[in-house]
C-alpha cells in the first residue's frame, strides 16, 4: 500500500487531508514539524511527502533540505504545500529540493492528481470547477 507522509503543523489541516488521503486508499502518517518530518522520512520511508513549507522553528524548506541531503532519503517526492505561491516561488520551491508544490487551500481535485502523478496509483480525476475544502 502506497505510504504518504503529511508535515503539516495545523491539526484542522492534517485531520482534513489525512481522512482525504485514507479514504482514497493511502496508509497516511503525520509529523507536526520539521524535525519531526525529517525523522519520519527516515524511519516511514513514505512513497511521497506533502510538506506545509510554514513549520515554526525548522520551517519545511530546512526539512526538505535535510531530507534531500541525506542518501536514505532522497529520492522521495515532497510536495510544497504553501499558501505564498507568489512570482518566484516555483523556482524557490525547487530550489529547496521539493519536486512540486500546491497552493492551499488545496482543492480536492489538485490533491488527488497532484498524488497520484507521484505514486502512479489509478487514473486521474476530470478537473472541473468545485468548492475548495478550507486548509490554509
Known amino acids: 500500500m ?5 508535515v503539516e503543523d495545523n491539526e484542522m489541516n492534517r485531520d482534513m487531508l489525512g481522512r482525504r488521503l485514507q479514504r482514497l486508499g493511502f496508509t497516511v502518517c503525520f509529523a507536526v514539524d520539521g524535525p519531526a518530518g ?4 527516515h524511519q516511514e520511508s513514505p ?3 506533502l510538506m506545509d513549507v510554514a513549520l515554526g522553528d ?3 524548506w530546512e526539512a526538505t533540505r535535510l531530507i534531500k541531503a541525506n542518501p536514505e532519503t532522497r529520492g522521495i517526492p515532497i510536495i510544497a504545500l504553501t499558501a505564498a505561491a507568489m512570482r518566484g516561488d516555483r523556482e ?3 530550489a529547496a529540493g521539493c519536486d512540486g508544490y500546491m497552493q492551499k487551500p488545496i482543492d480536492n481535485v489538485q490533491l488527488i492528481n497532484t498524488v497520484r502523478s507521484y ?3 489509478g487514473e486521474l480525476v476530470p478537473t472541473s470547477p468545485r ?3 478550507e486548509v490554509h
Open 119 to 121: 505514486v502512479g496509483a
Open 2 to 6: 502506497t505510504k504518504i507522509l503529511l
Open 92 to 94: 524557490r520551491i525547487i
Open 47 to 49: 512513497d511521497l511527502i
Open 131 to 133: 468548492k475548495k475544502e
Open 58 to 60: 525548522m520551517d519545511g
Open 38 to 41: 525529517v525523522a519520519m522520512a
